[in-house]
């Protein structure tokens, strides 16, 4: 996910410097590998997503997606034999070292694989510690471009889909709503940067222009400056990607005259929260749009999120924290190997590699398919998944919300496309 509300997997880090992520990709070590060293014959995974920090909003639906899961596994038997135990963390976000200490404490308990983290530039902080660790790690809301080809040994994977994919629906919206230019303001970091930079290369390739692109420090004291900037090149539209500091940047964008009545604003994953249109007069928010990666849940699903924690408001990345935890347990029975690296082995393989095996969505149907000798492919609660060589889902599910009069944002349409690879061009479907 961005480091977003950010989204696009099990993650495992490498020594190799992010300079280098050209060289190396997600396939390069699980399709050389020798035999997997054995487990334990407990499936034993780590959470690294946010209890704190400026993605805490995304904590709870993720970390009842993880539970939900499961209590499902266990209750059908377990995974080889033995339930899954949990051992849960914050990954704070970049201005501590929560996450690092939340990994170190993860490798000491022994587990073979780490769900998180939420924020792509806090996984790329601690990728090299969880890959050298031999864990595989599976983010539910990484989003960043440089995770795709990041040298990861093999072990980092996502449930939520790259950018790549979210900022070309979002540069179509735009077009859609007959936008012809648009100003850019992006936090400074892997996942704003990345997702501006597709937004702009979509954009403008398909005839819009932008206006500016403007980079902004998020812990910045004020931000007069940057939306002044924004404002002075008279965009139809402005996009807005960041995460918490947003409601500052909206404030500032109301008092310079530039506020969603006033110019269409388009929001994305890292932002996409009712909290911004808290404390304001009703109707400010009203048509609003934005993007998150995943399928609309539904009742059933969001009556079982509930079940593990009622006092969920947000459900975002829940399925893509559901679809992991799931994806990794098929994986150890489908090893028949809880260690993290029979499990990276595995794991594109259950997700239905190149649309193969036989289709299933819960973990009971997918474990029986396996156990009577079948190749299964899961489709999950966010969508297809279907990962690829680089760990990414190769086909994925993104939401297209628009905020109404009460401050409040609904589901306005769901697009299923194949993963652009590039910055460009995908076969997508819209239904409501």
Do not use: H, W
């Not at 539910?140 to 440089?146: E, F, G, M």
């Not at 980092?156 to 230019?181: C, E, H, N, W």
């Not at 109707?283 to 749009?289: A, L």
Request: charged content about 15%.
């Amino acid at each position: 996910m961005a480091p977003t509300k950010v989204v696009r997997s099990a993650l495992i880090l490498g020594t190799v410097s992010l300079a280098l992520a050209a060289c190396g990709s997600s396939s390069d070590a699980s399709s050389s590998a020798s035999a997997a060293p054995s487990g334990d014959g407990t499936l034993k995974i780590g959470t690294l997503l946010p209890q704190t920090g400026s993605l805490a909003f995304l904590g709870p639906p993720e970390f009842a997606g993880v539970q939900l899961a499961v209590n499902q596994i266990n209750a059908a038997g377990g995974v080889n034999g033995k339930p899954i135990e949990v051992v849960d963390g914050d990954s704070g976000d970049t201005s501590t070292n929560i996450a690092a200490q939340t990994v170190d404490r993860a490798i000491s308990q022994g587990v073979d694989a780490i769900v998180g983290a939420a924020s792509s530039s806090v996984t790329l902080s601690v990728i090299d510690k969880v890959t050298n660790a031999g864990l595989t790690m599976v983010s539910p809301a990484n989003t960043s471009v440089k995770l795709t080809s990041y040298p990861d040994n093999g072990l980092y994977f996502r449930t939520a889909p790259p950018d790549t994919l979210q900022g070309k629906v979002l540069a179509d919206q735009a077009l859609a709503d007959g936008k012809g230019s648009i100003c850019i303001l992006a936090l400074q970091d892997a996942y704003g940067e990345g997702l501006a930079d597709v937004v702009d290369q979509v954009f403008t390739e398909s005839g819009g222009t932008v206006t500016d692109k403007i980079i902004y420090d998020p812990k910045a004291a004020s931000f007069e400056a940057e939306v002044g900037k924004c404002k002075a090149t008279n965009p139809e539209a402005i996009v807005l990607i960041g995460f918490e500091e947003s409601k500052k940047i909206l404030q500032e964008m109301i008092k310079q005259g530039v506020g969603p009545q006033q110019v269409q604003l388009y929001l994305v994953d890292g932002n996409l929260s009712n909290s911004l249109g808290e404390g304001l007069p009703e109707g400010t928010m009203n048509g609003v749009k934005g993007t998150t990666p995943g399928a609309k849940p539904s009742d059933s699903f969001k009556s079982e999120l509930l079940a593990v924690n009622n006092s969920l408001q947000d459900f975002s990345y829940a399925a893509e924290s559901y679809d992991a935890v799931n994806l990794i347990a098929l994986a150890a029975i489908a090893g028949k190997n809880d260690s993290g690296t029979a499990i990276s082995q595995n794991i594109a393989k259950v997700s239905g590699e190149n649309d193969e095996g036989e289709a299933c969505n819960t973990f009971q149907q997918c474990a029986q398919l396996l156990a009577d000798g079948k190749a299964i492919n899961y489709e999950g609660q966010s969508g297809p998944i279907n990962l690829d060589q680089n760990g990414d889902p190769s086909r994925a599910a993104m939401g297209v919300y628009v905020f109404g009069p009460d401050n409040k944002y609904t589901l306005k349409d769901t697009v299923t496309a194949d993963v652009p690879k590039g910055g460009a061009g995908a076969s997508a479907s819209a239904s409501s």
